[in-house]
């Protein structure tokens, strides 16, 4: 059974860091493109950043230079490395797996950042 777990949440001050992490099990996602999403209170999910099997990634504009996105084949997870923190970033962040034709969510983890 596929699981995928996000840890490293939390509350945090505008302009502090915090690095996220998604352990995955149940299937090797080596070779497959992995995402963090998150979603706001009263908003749609939105795309944060994406890597893929050969590590090129890319990032929404909105964390482009305070986020990077990461991941260690041999623990199988991934990683996004937040700094610089706004209040706008608060949301839950989830981790997510295509491995066509099935798509992978995790639960979620709760970023709020204090003004």
């Known amino acids: 059974q596929v699981q995928l777990v996000e840890s490293g949440g939390g509350l945090v001050q505008a302009g502090g860091s915090l690095t996220l992490s998604c352990a995955a099990s149940?299937?090797?996602?080596?070779?497959?493109?992995m995402n963090w999403y998150r979603q706001a209170p009263g908003k749609q999910r939105e795309l944060v950043a994406t890597?893929?099997?050969?590590?090129?990634?890319t990032y929404a504009d909105s964390g482009k230079g305070r986020f990077t996105i990461s991941r260690d084949r041999a623990r199988n997870t991934l990683y996004l490395q937040m700094n610089n923190l706004k209040p706008e970033d608060t949301a839950v962040y989830y981790c997510?797996?295509?491995?066509?034709?099935?798509?992978?969510w995790g639960k979620g983890t709760l970023v709020t950042v204090s003004s």
């Open positions: 890597i893929t099997s050969s590590g090129r990634t």
């Open positions: 149940g299937s090797d996602f080596s070779i497959n493109t």
């Open positions: 997510h797996v295509m491995a066509p034709p099935m798509n992978y």
